[in-house]
């Protein structure tokens, strides 16, 4: 079993690797791109993204209203910052927007990953649907949950045993709860996706060997499943920090940040800050706080996991 | 392997069918009545006497327009994806040295940023280039932020290719513009439809750039059409939903013909 497992894979490369440089010397340039093949992209892709994260940086330290150039700043708009109240509040909300998507989102896409990871005919038919929402805007998704949950028109006028007096969105948890649901709504099939191919990739043999050795369906899930969902898990949770913390649309359609600042996330913030109240300085060290704090989070979940050995979960087998 | 039907899982599956098919229903059903009958019958009524007035009026109401807008921007960043991604991919799997691995991880760095996090120095960028409620300035920036996952999806592909393949062809003394088109774009069609699918969809359903760099009704994409709707007449629900709906109908057939291709392309981002 070992022999046939090992065949596939890398691992095959790394057995002939040694024997490469005693070819090299010869024609083993020959068809290879050179780096060239690599600019066009490389400066189009430097120019839209890491140029903008440089400048993100120099903007904070300016003060510009969107017309004419920015002005030195100085610290002014991190000082300002730093003594908002809206803007540490904004933080705390994100980070509580985010921890909610990750704890709702991630037992839900494990299972059904998992489930729609089996080969059986209807769950191929329920999965197909089950991904719609992926492929729709956020856009859409919101301005369907906006009018579906409108407090007039909506399911809570025709539901009032299930949703009370129906103002969701005039209280701050029910708001949340709103931004947390559609949230789930909208990206737990991407990482039940994810789970998905994880799941199917789990080698048959430890099922096999579990099932011979007495353990049923709910030991083999703890046991060998969930394990073996680890690298998985770690990709989709850096997601759902890295979206969770950049949030934006969703509460732009839904709740407006309100009722009064109560929704505010920083991502929000940073657009009302730049773009309707035309202090881009400021927003740019939101912007700034953002791909610092999601850059944090990413690298730490990364090294506790030790994600970046590339420990394979087949390792051992 | 066998296994018996598990009461606790299909129990599950159905809850969750309903809940994401239930908002489904409510836009469909709500998009083929009169508003008065919606409003009078509540979300969840079924229509009783039908009609499309939605979205026939919609479709006046600027839609058509928005919707050509959001055809082009479509295009055009699939385009930009399918010139540069092939030829970058080939670079980070064959070509030797430092250069090429630093570009791979400077792509893999591009994976993390996030378009929301620095879309203010990407509106200074665009509006001194005097792009500003302009397409092409809502273009390159989508086809950029399009590029890291692409990169990988279609260099994963790549990778796969067997190196004998590769050896043949430089017996042969193929350049490596042959090996190119003769061999590894022929072998990574599977990759080239996949990101073809994933980068029309960020295209078609991006939000962010085009609300920040247009302004005008003459370069509105759908989404912001959407957006503007809402905050205009949010009361009028039945012609909102038929809005709605006329914005995934593309890509609900795209999915009923190309939903391997996607599907296959995200789990592959996943990793494992």
């Known amino acids: 079993m070992t022999a046939t497992l090992t065949q596939s894979g890398p691992a095959q490369e790394a057995t002939t690797s040694p024997r490469r440089p005693r070819r090299r010397s010869s024609g083993d340039r020959v068809g290879r791109p050179g780096v060239i093949w690599a600019a066009p992209a490389a400066i189009f892709f430097g120019l839209f993204a890491l140029v903008p994260l440089v400048l993100v940086a120099v903007l904070s330290f300016t003060s510009w209203s969107g017309l004419g150039s920015p002005q030195w700043a100085g610290m002014a708009n991190w000082t300002k910052l730093f003594h908002d109240p809206v803007m540490l509040k904004s933080l705390w909300l994100s980070v509580l927007l985010t921890l909610l998507g990750v704890v709702i989102q991630t037992p839900l896409s494990v299972l059904l ?14 999965s197909a649907i089950y991904f719609v929402p992926l492929l729709l805007s956020g856009t859409a998704i919101s301005v369907l949950w906006r009018a579906l949950l409108d407090p007039n028109f909506g399911l809570p006028s ?76 770690i990709t989709s949770v850096i997601l759902m920090v890295v979206g969770g913390l950049t949030t934006f649309d969703t509460v732009l359609i839904l709740t407006q940040g309100g009722p009064g600042t109560d929704t505010t996330i920083s991502a929000y913030y940073m657009y009302k800050q730049a773009f309707q109240g035309f202090d881009f300085g400021t927003g740019a060290a939101i912007g700034l706080l953002l791909v610092v704090v999601a850059t944090i989070i990413s690298l730490i979940v990364v090294r506790v996991s030790r994600y970046d050995e590339m420990r394979s979960v087949n390792e051992g087998i | 392997m066998r296994r018996r039907p598990n009461i606790f899982a299909g129990f599950g599956s159905v809850v969750w069918l309903i809940l994401v098919g239930l908002p489904i229903y409510v836009m469909i059903s709500a998009s083929l009545q009169k508003q008065s009958d919606f409003n009078h019958g509540g979300p969840l009524s079924w229509p009783k006497h039908w009609t499309f007035s939605n979205f026939t009026s919609d479709f006046h109401t600027g839609f058509g327009h928005y919707f050509l807008n959001t055809l ?22 064959r070509a030797r040295g430092l250069v090429a691995t630093s570009v791979f ?31 092409i300035g809502v273009i390159l920036p ?6 890291p996952v692409c990169t990988l999806i279609l260099s994963g592909v790549m990778r796969d290719i067997t190196s004998e393949l590769y050896e043949a062809m430089a017996i042969d003394g193929a350049s490596s513009w042959r090996v190119f088109f003769t061999l590894v774009m022929p072998l990574s069609k599977s990759g080239l439809s996949t990101i073809i699918v994933f980068s029309a969809l960020q295209a078609w359903n991006g939000f962010l750039f085009p609300l920040v760099l247009t302004q005008s009704d003459s370069s509105k994409v759908i989404t912001l059409g959407l957006y503007d709707f809402q905050t205009a007449f949010g009361v009028n629900v039945p012609g909102l939903l038929a809005a709605v709906l006329m914005s995934m109908i593309p890509i609900l057939l795209v999915y009923l013909f190309a939903r391997r291709a996607l599907v296959q392309g995200l789990m592959g981002v996943g990793g494992k």
């Open chain 1, 113 to 126: 990953g998992v489930w729609a990871a089996g080969y059986q005919k209807n769950r191929a038919v329920l």
């Open chain 1, 158 to 233: 025709q539901l009032t045993w299930l949703f009370g007096n129906g103002n969701l969105f005039g209280h701050q948890a029910t708001a949340i709860g709103v931004l947390v649901w559609v949230a789930a709504w909208q990206y737990t099939p991407l990482h039940t996706l994810i789970y998905q191919g994880a799941a199917r990739s789990v080698p048959h043999v430890l099922y096999q060997a579990a099932s011979i050795d007495g353990a049923g369906t709910i030991r083999q899930f703890w046991h060998i499943t969930l394990p073996q969902l680890r690298n998985a898990m």
């Open chain 2, 72 to 93: 082009i921007l479509t295009a055009a960043v699939v385009a930009i994806v399918v010139i540069l991604v092939p030829p970058l991919s080939f670079a980070i799997v």
């Open chain 2, 105 to 135: 991880r400077m792509f893999l760095l591009g994976l993390a940023i996030p378009a929301q996090a620095v879309i203010i120095p990407v509106f200074y960028l665009i509006s001194k280039a005097g792009l500003y409620d302009n397409l």
């Open chain 2, 142 to 147: 989508t086809a950029a932020f399009c590029l």
